[in-house]
C-alpha cells in the first residue's frame, strides 16, 4: 500500500492584491520574509514609543521652566517622535500657564515645524475634540509655531462664550504664576470678535472662582471705556474679600472718571455694611528704586514686594518689576524678574543711597533706548514715591491712548496693595527748599556738566545743520563746553535756540527739571535740586534765546553732533 506523506514545505501563497502582509508574512518587493510575529511586534514598539513619549511629556509638564535643566528634558521628549505630538493633543485641554509654556516650547523646538502645525490644525477644525482642546491647540499655533488658525475659527467651536471664560479664568487662577502670552492672546481674541466680550463678561461675573475676578480685574484695565464701566459694575456686584481687593487696586490705574467710578462703589459698599479695608501700609520689604530722567524723558522704575507662595510653598517670596517709564506716552515697556536674576538686585539700603550698573545685567534691551547715568544709577526711594511717579505715569498712558503692558495688568495688584499713603508720599517730596531762586540762576547751566544730564542735550535737524556748515571751519570748532570759540558761534546758538524751542518743549523740559529736582533732593544733592527747580522756572519765563540753560543745551547738542561726524 502506498502511503502518501504530507509534505513537510507549505506550499507558496498566493499574495493576495493591495495587500501588505498574508498570514503573518510580510511583503518585501516581490519576496515574502517568512515574519509571523512582525504586525505584533510592530505594535509594541509604537506601543512603546507612545509610552515613552507620554512619560517624557509628563516629566516636562511637572518642572519648572525655569528650571536650569529644562531644555535638557525637552530635548528627552523629542527623541520619541511623532508620537510626542499625540501626547501634546490630549494635554491641550489644560489651561495652567505653566503647562501651556512647557507645551508651547516644547513645539517651537520640534524638528518638523509643518508636521506639527497640521497637527494642531487638525484639531482645531475637528468638531470630535471639546471647546477648550480646540482654543489650545489655536494658541499654540498661532504663538508658538507662527502659524495663525482660520480668523473665524471661535465661530465653528459649540460654545466659544465659555470656552473662552474658562480657558481665561483658569490661566489666572495661578496667584503670581501668570503666563502673560498666553493671557494677551486671550485678550486680543476677545478684541477681535467684540460681540463675545459682554457674553464672557456676564459669564465671569457668575463664577466664584478667584480666576474670574481676575479676568474681571483685566477687563477693567482695557482701553474700551463701556467695558471698563461693565467690568467694574460686575466686580461690586459680587462682594466677595477678592473681588474688594480687585477694585481697591483698580482705583489708582484707571482714567479720572472710570476711577472716581470705583471710588463710588467701593463706598456703596462700605454702607451696605461690607468690610472694605484700605490698602496696606508697606512694609520694611517693600522696595522702590528711581533712575534719574535721560535727555529723551525716560527713568526707569524697580519695585520689590513680599508675596506669600502658594499652599505648597507657604514661605514669604519676593516679586520684583522693572519699568521704562517715558514721559511722552507713559509705561513704555515693563520686565519681571526672574529667581535667576534676584541675585542681582541691590540688597536693602537706606534712602538716597545709590545703586549703580545693576540694571544693565538685569535690563538687556529694556534699557537700550536709555544712554548714560540715567540707565546705570539708581535711587533708592520711599516705596510711596515709587507709587506716587507709577500713578502719574499710568495716567499718561491713559491720556495718549498707550495700552499698559500687559505684564504690568497681572502683576500691578500685588504692588498696588501696599499703596496706603502713596499720594502723601508723593507730595511731601514734590517741594523746593532752594529759597530765592533768582539768586542761582545764572548757574543753572552748570547741571549739565553733572555725570547725571550727560544724555541732555538738543537733537535736531536744525542742529546738524549748523554743524555741517561749522565743519569748514575746523581749526576753530570748539571741543568742550569751556571753549571760547563758542563767543564766534553765539548767532548759530541764539538762533538754534529760538527755532527749537517752543512752549511745548520748554513746558515739557520744566517738568523734567522739577522731577529731577525731586531725585536729586532725595539723593542729598540739595544745590543740584536747587539748580534744577530754578531752571524749571525760568525756562518758561525767559525767552529761550536769553536763557542760560537752553543755550548750553543747544551747545551740548553742537558737540554731540561734531563728535559723531
Known amino acids: 500500500m502506498v502511503v502518501l506523506?504530507?509534505?513537510?514545505?507549505?506550499?507558496?501563497?498566493?499574495?493576495?492584491?493591495?495587500?501588505?502582509?498574508?498570514?503573518?508574512?510580510?511583503?518585501?518587493?516581490?519576496?515574502?520574509?517568512?515574519?509571523?510575529?512582525?504586525?505584533?511586534?510592530?505594535?509594541?514598539?509604537?506601543?512603546?514609543?507612545?509610552?515613552?513619549?507620554?512619560?517624557?511629556?509628563?516629566?516636562?509638564?511637572?518642572?519648572?521652566?525655569?528650571?536650569?535643566?529644562?531644555?535638557?528634558?525637552?530635548?528627552?521628549?523629542?527623541?520619541?517622535?511623532?508620537?510626542?505630538?499625540?501626547?501634546?493633543?490630549?494635554?491641550?485641554?489644560?489651561?495652567?500657564?505653566?503647562?501651556?509654556?512647557?507645551?508651547?516650547?516644547?513645539?517651537?523646538?520640534?524638528?518638523?515645524?509643518?508636521?506639527?502645525?497640521?497637527?494642531?490644525?487638525?484639531?482645531?477644525?475637528?468638531?470630535?475634540?471639546?471647546?477648550?482642546?480646540?482654543?489650545?491647540?489655536?494658541?499654540?499655533?498661532?504663538?508658538?509655531?507662527?502659524?495663525?488658525?482660520?480668523?473665524?475659527?471661535?465661530?465653528?467651536?459649540?460654545?466659544?462664550?465659555?470656552?473662552?471664560?474658562?480657558?481665561?479664568?483658569?490661566?489666572?487662577?495661578?496667584?503670581?504664576?501668570?503666563?502673560?502670552?498666553?493671557?494677551?492672546y486671550l485678550l486680543s481674541l476677545m478684541a477681535q470678535q467684540p460681540e463675545l466680550i459682554y457674553p464672557i463678561l456676564g459669564a465671569l461675573a457668575a463664577s466664584d472662582r478667584d480666576g474670574a475676578v481676575e479676568a474681571l480685574r483685566l477687563l477693567a484695565l482695557q482701553p474700551d471705556p463701556d467695558l471698563m464701566m461693565e467690568a467694574i459694575d460686575a466686580l461690586a456686584s459680587q462682594p466677595s474679600p477678592h473681588a474688594i481687593r480687585a477694585l481697591l487696586v483698580l482705583e489708582p490705574n484707571l482714567p479720572h472718571e472710570a476711577s472716581r467710578a470705583v471710588s463710588r462703589a467701593l463706598q456703596k459698599l462700605r454702607l451696605s455694611g461690607f468690610e472694605v479695608g484700605p490698602l496696606?501700609?508697606?512694609?520694611?520689604?517693600?522696595?522702590?528704586?528711581?533712575?534719574?530722567?535721560?535727555?529723551?524723558?525716560?527713568?526707569?522704575?524697580?519695585?520689590?514686594?513680599?508675596?506669600?507662595?502658594?499652599?505648597?510653598?507657604?514661605?514669604?517670596?519676593?516679586?520684583?518689576?522693572?519699568?521704562?517709564?517715558?514721559?511722552?506716552?507713559?509705561?513704555?515697556?515693563?520686565?519681571?524678574?526672574?529667581?535667576?536674576?534676584?541675585?542681582?538686585?541691590?540688597?536693602?539700603?537706606?534712602?538716597?543711597?545709590?545703586?549703580?550698573?545693576?540694571?544693565?545685567?538685569?535690563?538687556?534691551?529694556?534699557?537700550?533706548?536709555?544712554?548714560?547715568?540715567?540707565?546705570?544709577?539708581?535711587?533708592?526711594?520711599?516705596?510711596?514715591?515709587?507709587?506716587?511717579?507709577?500713578?502719574?505715569?499710568?495716567?499718561?498712558?491713559?491720556?495718549?491712548?498707550?495700552?499698559?503692558?500687559?505684564?504690568?495688568?497681572?502683576?500691578?495688584?500685588?504692588?498696588?496693595?501696599?499703596?496706603?499713603?502713596?499720594?502723601?508720599?508723593?507730595?511731601?517730596?514734590?517741594?523746593?527748599d532752594s529759597g530765592p531762586l533768582q539768586a542761582i540762576s545764572d548757574n543753572e547751566g552748570d547741571l549739565l556738566s553733572n555725570s547725571l544730564f550727560s544724555s541732555w542735550y538738543v537733537e535736531s535737524e536744525g542742529v546738524r545743520e549748523v554743524v555741517e556748515e561749522l565743519v569748514a571751519l575746523d581749526n576753530r570748532l570748539p571741543h568742550e563746553l569751556t571753549d571760547e570759540n563758542w563767543r564766534l558761534l553765539l548767532p548759530a546758538l541764539i538762533r538754534l535756540a529760538h527755532d527749537e524751542f517752543g512752549p511745548g518743549l520748554c513746558a515739557r523740559y520744566a517738568d523734567r527739571l522739577r522731577l529731577m529736582s525731586e531725585w536729586l533732593r532725595l539723593a542729598h544733592m540739595e544745590r543740584e535740586a536747587n539748580l534744577a527747580a530754578s531752571a524749571a522756572q525760568t525756562i518758561v519765563q525767559s525767552p529761550p534765546e536769553a536763557n542760560l540753560f537752553v543755550l548750553r543745551l543747544v551747545q551740548k547738542g553742537i558737540l554731540v553732533a561734531l563728535h559723531q561726524l
Open 5 to 184: 506523506r504530507q509534505s513537510s514545505v507549505a506550499p507558496r501563497p498566493r499574495r493576495p492584491a493591495n495587500h501588505a502582509h498574508y498570514r503573518g508574512f510580510a511583503v518585501q518587493g516581490d519576496s515574502y520574509t517568512n515574519s509571523p510575529i512582525a504586525p505584533q511586534t510592530s505594535k509594541v514598539i509604537e506601543l512603546q514609543g507612545h509610552k515613552a513619549a507620554e512619560q517624557a511629556l509628563g516629566r516636562l509638564l511637572r518642572a519648572d521652566p525655569a528650571r536650569a535643566d529644562f531644555r535638557n528634558l525637552v530635548a528627552d521628549a523629542l527623541v520619541t517622535g511623532q508620537p510626542l505630538l499625540t501626547a501634546i493633543v490630549r494635554r491641550l485641554d489644560s489651561s495652567s500657564p505653566q503647562h501651556f509654556e512647557a507645551l508651547g516650547r516644547t513645539l517651537g523646538a520640534y524638528p518638523k515645524r509643518a508636521e506639527a502645525a497640521k497637527a494642531l490644525l487638525r484639531v482645531v477644525l475637528d468638531r470630535r475634540h471639546s471647546d477648550n482642546r480646540r482654543l489650545g491647540a489655536a494658541i499654540l499655533l498661532d504663538h508658538f509655531l507662527g502659524a495663525p488658525p482660520p480668523a473665524d475659527f471661535l465661530s465653528i467651536l459649540d460654545n466659544p462664550v465659555a470656552a473662552l471664560a474658562s480657558c481665561l479664568t483658569a490661566a489666572l487662577d495661578g496667584g503670581t504664576d501668570k503666563f502673560p502670552s498666553l493671557v494677551g
Open 280 to 432: 496696606q501700609e508697606p512694609t520694611g520689604r517693600c522696595r522702590a528704586l528711581l533712575s534719574p530722567i535721560d535727555g529723551r524723558g525716560n527713568r526707569l522704575l524697580w519695585l520689590g514686594v513680599p508675596v506669600r507662595g502658594q499652599a505648597d510653598r507657604p514661605v514669604v517670596e519676593m516679586v520684583t518689576m522693572g519699568l521704562l517709564l517715558s514721559d511722552s506716552v507713559g509705561m513704555r515697556d515693563v520686565r519681571a524678574i526672574t529667581a535667576a536674576d534676584a541675585s542681582t538686585f541691590p540688597p536693602p539700603a537706606q534712602v538716597g543711597a545709590l545703586h549703580s550698573h545693576f540694571a544693565h545685567k538685569l535690563g538687556g534691551a529694556f534699557v537700550e533706548d536709555m544712554p548714560g547715568a540715567a540707565s546705570s544709577v539708581c535711587l533708592e526711594v520711599p516705596f510711596g514715591y515709587g507709587l506716587a511717579v507709577l500713578r502719574g505715569t499710568v495716567e499718561r498712558n491713559w491720556a495718549t491712548g498707550t495700552p499698559l503692558p500687559i505684564e504690568y495688568q497681572l502683576l500691578n495688584d500685588l504692588f498696588w496693595e501696599y499703596g496706603a499713603g502713596y499720594e502723601e508720599d508723593g507730595q511731601a517730596t514734590n517741594r523746593s
